[in-house]
């Protein structure tokens, strides 16, 4: 779901889109971004 | 040498975390002072200090740039003489807008991709640890885990990722106590300590000039912000940070673990049965047993919900309370081995959040799995001695070991 850049950044892979073996992951990372910037639309 | 300000009798108008009570009772005098009606606890000691309580207002605190700054992070009986926006070890003593440059550059050294390769390194030394213990005799033997174990992990990796000698450990232990622990003691008193860091460092730069390899002190001397190679006092201040920050905070996370695990049998064989649970049991150690607290000094009169605060007064940052606030978390004052929804405040808050949380997290994980691998029961075996000051996790614990894989 997400890369890491040379700078620590974590940045979406891809169009962000969401593989359905992926949701619960995807969810634990809206659950634990500690500045809140990840959401899910659905 | 002991405090000038003796033992606490009211923490909310009185708090001290360097005496000795406060790292021993944390988390009971966190919720006395809720449970009191007190989210910011103050004190005349130190010249004036504050030390909010909630999430909501470290939070708040560490947001704020502004009204607070980081040209002081160790509550002490003086005040920095270094000033913003550099401060003397860059980027953590630093404010906007100097800060940004400061830390940007020492991110790529920290990023995953950078730090991940040291796993290996990271699990020889633990089991290079646990091997010297020696003869373990499961039900008797007793071992201490931090000095025997904690303290030497992130000291031995930090210290070569900076290239130094390999047989300063215990030198740079003594600098982190007295820079960290001695706070309550006469300015001329700490003035007057024979560590001579700066000349350690100014000789450690000194031979990278001469001999340049692949290691941070390297890095910091060949690095640029806006084309110009950064100041020496610069150089030398981002080293005492690195080596400062890295040393007794993680060292103190690994001690913590292991003292819950100690006292936590469920937890213990939850860890040991089921490995995928680490990635949630890392996070609630780091919640529930958060070493550092940090601090700011107060840029300009203001009043602060109700509280006149002054110029140069201090304001502790306690992140471990924060993260015990049960307004923020489910549970806070329990352990939740796999809590799911963690957002804890352990590396800090803000532009300031830690930059070594990677290499953090990384010793924390291995130096858990291979102690649990190799000691898959054990128990606390005496008293726990706490360390002092901003930085909280055991200095002394022994345990005794119940079974040896």
Known sequence: LFDVDDYGTAIVIGDGSVAPELEDKARLAVANCPEYAITISE | ?405
């Open chain 2, 1 to 405: 040498m002991t405090g000038i300000y003796g033992p606490v009798t009211d923490w909310a108008t009185d708090i001290d975390h360097a005496e000795p009570e406060y790292n021993e009772r944390a988390h009971e005098i966190w919720d006395e002072l809720r449970e009191g009606g007190c989210p910011i606890a103050h004190t005349d000691r130190y010249g004036g200090m504050w030390a909010p309580i909630t999430h909501e207002l470290v939070k708040e605190v560490a947001y704020d740039t502004e009204h607070f700054t980081s040209r002081g992070v160790i509550v002490n009986t003086g005040r920095p003489i270094a000033e913003a926006p550099v401060g003397p070890a860059p980027p953590i003593t630093s404010d906007p807008p100097f800060h940004q440059h400061a830390r940007r550059l020492l991110l790529p050294p920290f990023a995953p991709k950078m730090i991940d390769p040291w796993e290996p390194e990271i699990r020889r030394l633990c089991n290079g640890l646990l091997d010297d213990m020696g003869e373990i005799e499961p039900g008797t033997s007793i071992i201490d885990a931090a000095l025997q174990y904690a303290q030497h992990i992130p000291v031995n990796v930090i210290s070569r990722m900076l290239g130094f000698p390999p047989d300063d450990d215990d030198y740079f232990r003594r600098c982190v106590h007295e820079f960290i622990e001695l706070v309550n003691v006469p300015v001329e008193i700490r003035d007057q300590s024979d560590l001579h860091l700066d000349e350690y460092l100014d000789r450690q730069i000194e031979e990278h000039r001469d001999h340049p390899r692949d290691d941070l002190t390297t890095y910091l001397l060949n690095a640029e912000i806006g084309g110009n190679k950064l100041s020496h006092e610069h150089v030398r201040g981002s080293m005492v940070l690195l080596l400062i920050a890295g040393i007794d905070t993680t060292w103190s996370a690994i001690g913590s673990s292991i003292w819950h695990l100690a006292q936590h049998p469920a937890d213990l064989e939850r860890i040991v049965d089921d490995p995928d649970v680490m990635l949630f049991a890392l996070e609630e150690f780091l919640r529930a047993y958060a070493p550092v607290t940090m601090a700011r000094l107060v840029a300009q009169d203001h009043d602060f919900h109700g509280c006149p605060m002054k110029e140069n007064e201090w304001v502790l940052l306690p992140f471990p309370a924060a993260n015990r606030d049960p307004a923020m978390f489910d549970d806070a004052g329990g352990f939740v081995i796999d809590r799911e929804e963690n957002r804890h405040a352990a590396f800090g808050l803000g532009i300031h959040r830690c930059l070594g949380s990677n290499l953090a997290r990384l010793e924390l994980k291995v130096a858990i799995q291979e102690f649990v691998a190799r000691f898959p029961k054990f128990e606390l075996a005496g008293d726990t001695t706490w360390s002092v000051g901003q930085i909280r996790g055991p200095r002394v614990l022994p345990v005794r070991v119940l079974e040896r894989a």
